[in-house]
């Protein structure tokens, strides 16, 4: 079991006695560990998608900026999803027993934006116009509000099988640098873009009419700006930015990316 998945427990453990206590000064407390839980369970499902979120996310720590990232990978990262076993007839063919391993019940985007802002306004000092306007929340909505997440929490972390994250996949060793790439191919698609996470390599990947994949590198080519010279370098998309730069292999000039305005002026 992942770590993320043992905190989650153990904050909902927490909020769910604070909450017992039936103490409103302690709901503060239920509110703070179900946030923690909530956070955790999303840590859990981007666990399992490891492999395939971009380094240069790690920084993401919000839920919901976590949870959109995993949808952008695979747009049914948080739909509940329930899984069966069978033995095809014949290949392709429907089988007639299917198993059921169980169900998983993921803690949705939808839930997420719902629960975990209104969660953290439990937190704070009512805001000045809250104070002046009345509208603040009394101890029995919190409470409502924190036990309805907390049954939720409840179901996501009792699933049976938890952090499926089946689909097909291409994966091939980078031309520059060798690492492993494996990318998700979505069903409805027959082309993604694939960048290597260790270089600045990237690749197209196109599903044949048989059902197989290839892999083409998206390269263009730059000539030398030199004016004696004009000799063509290929570069990776993600290698044109600011500062990168490339030496010409044959007048051995360096050649720089430099974000620029030109003006033109009024007639
Ligand atoms: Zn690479
Ligand atoms: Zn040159």
């Known amino acids: 079991m992942s770590i993320y998945r043992s905190r989650a427990r153990a904050a909902l453990a927490s909020a769910q006695s604070e909450l017992a206590s039936n103490e409103d000064q302690h709901l503060k407390y239920a509110a703070l560990e179900l946030r923690m839980a909530i956070e955790a369970v999303t840590y859990d499902r981007a666990s399992a998608y490891k492999s395939e979120f971009p380094p240069q996310e790690y920084e993401t720590w919000q839920p919901k900026k976590v949870m959109a990232v995993l949808l952008e990978i695979d747009s049914t990262a948080d739909s509940d999803s329930t899984i069966s076993l069978g ?67 409840e179901e996501v972390l009792a699933s049976k099988v938890f952090n499926s994250t089946l689909g097909i996949f291409s994966s091939f060793d980078c031309a520059e640098c060798r690492v492993r790439i494996r990318k998700r191919m979505p069903r409805d698609k027959d ?77």
């Open 191 to 267: 082309q993604v873009i694939a960048d290597c996470f260790e270089c600045k390599a990237s690749y197209t990947i196109t599903r044949t009419s048989d059902g197989k994949f290839e892999t083409e590198t998206r390269t263009q080519e730059i000539p030398c700006p030199n004016p004696g010279c004009g000799h063509p370098a290929v570069i990776f998309p993600r290698e044109v930015s600011e500062g990168e730069y490339w030496i010409c292999e044959k007048c051995g000039g360096r050649n720089e990316f430099k974000l620029g305005i030109l003006h033109h002026p009024a007639n």
């Open 87 to 153: 033995i095809e007839p014949s290949p392709g063919e429907r089988p007639e027993v299917m198993h059921d391993l169980g169900k998983e019940v993921v803690f949705n985007l939808k839930a997420i934006k719902r629960h975990y802002d209104a969660l953290g306004n439990f937190l704070h000092v009512p805001s000045i116009k809250q104070t002046l306007s009345g509208s603040l929340p009394g101890p029995e909505k919190i409470r409502n509000r924190c036990e309805e997440i907390a049954r939720d929490l």
